[in-house]
């Protein structure tokens, strides 16, 4: 489920599919292969880690995972959480209305 998740949140709404990916570093050559394998490092690492911290600690919430990273600073935390939840929404709102672009697009003319 984890691994869903995350090839989710990569790929995530045909915003950035594996051939764009591949187009965007391929055209500049051996250094947008080296950026390919460096993005693959630090998002495998950052992974591996947030993984860590989550079964090392027992931690089944968000709100748990934030509270443990900012522990001695929770209005920390609860802003952090106040930013990407608005992130979050922000994000929906451009996906709803790029489906609803699309939907008038292919329907206006008949």
């Known amino acids: 489920m984890i691994l869903f998740t ?4 990569l790929i995530g709404a045909g915003f950035a599919s594996g051939q764009e990916i591949y187009l965007f570093f391929y055209r500049f050559g051996r250094n947008g292969i080296m950026g390919i394998i460096l993005c693959n490092i630090i998002m495998s690492y950052t992974i591996y880690k947030t ?3 989550i079964y090392n600690n027992n931690i089944n919430t968000y709100k748990g995972f934030l509270n443990y990273i900012f522990s001695s600073k929770l209005r920390l935390s609860n802003t952090i959480n106040i930013i990407i939840n608005t992130f979050l929404c922000i994000t929906f709102f451009i996906m709803v209305s790029g489906f609803g672009t ?6 206006r003319n008949k």
Not at 6 to 9: D, R, V
Not at 102 to 107: D, H, K, L, R, T
């Open 51 to 53: 993984l860590t911290i």
């Open 102 to 107: 699309y939907i008038y697009q292919e329907f």
């Open 6 to 9: 995350i090839i989710g949140a």
